[in-house]
């Protein structure tokens, strides 16, 4: 590859081509340093509305505003090269009607580079999935727990339990028949998550689901150990990076109210040091 040559981002086509195939890895991220991290490793990375919650202290991600996609949108498509981008529609931006929703699925994509937007919702939602994808906006639907939805949900429950089953399956259904290239299960029991999957012929990316999905997402914040409020049975830790944090950020304390930072090799020094140790 030359110097100048930029590597190919991952579109949609090549997420929808991996259904059945090696399972699809995405995280969350919000930032540069973060999205740098997961360009390697991640096919997609999910501008998530969770960050509200976790990097803005919100209750819950209603009070996501269009201007905080953007924001973080844009810091994280500078991390990215390999990896597919996916943003968040966040609450209020795309339900009132599929124009509102164009409307605002265009400026997403256009002021970040997204490669895809995602919404909350199933079969209600199946004629804005359309409406976009007609006009050239890939879609990636989220189904089954949806956070906008807390409110009519009743809280953050499992969805599709007992007789809840159909509901969920045909809201996948209806997604997947709408032109959605991809579809989030959040919360749903796992047989159910594995049925929808041999049901569907687009990716399910599973979260709190199945290890049968076709795919895997999880907030960044919450398996790194920096989101500590509350876990999910869902989140795996892979990380405490709070507790690292917090650590060192204890020690800083410490040194600073003992005079012991900044030391010799911290500080400068009268004279003008050699060439080499201008630092
Ligand atoms: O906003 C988010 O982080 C999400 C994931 C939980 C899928 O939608």
Redesign the pocket.
Known sequence: MSATAKKKALMPQDIRARKGGVPIV?L?AYTTPMAQMMDAHCDFV??????GM?LHGLPS?LGVTMDMMILHGQAVARGLSRAMMVI?MPFGSYEQSPQQGFANAARLMAETGAGAV?L?GGRHMADTIAFLVARGIPVMA?IGLT?QSINTLGGYTVQGRDAGAQAVTEDAKAVAQAGAFAV?L?KVPEKLADVITAQVDIPT?G?GASAGCDGQ???VDDMLGLFTAFKAKFVKRYADLGDAAEAAIAQYAKEVRARSFPAAEHVFANTSPAQKDRK
């Not at 999910?46 to 960050?51: A, I, N, R, Y």
């Open positions: 995405s969350t999910l501008v998530g509305d969770s960050v976790v991600t968040d995602k909350e989220h956070p989030v959040e990316i979260i997402i999880l907030v």
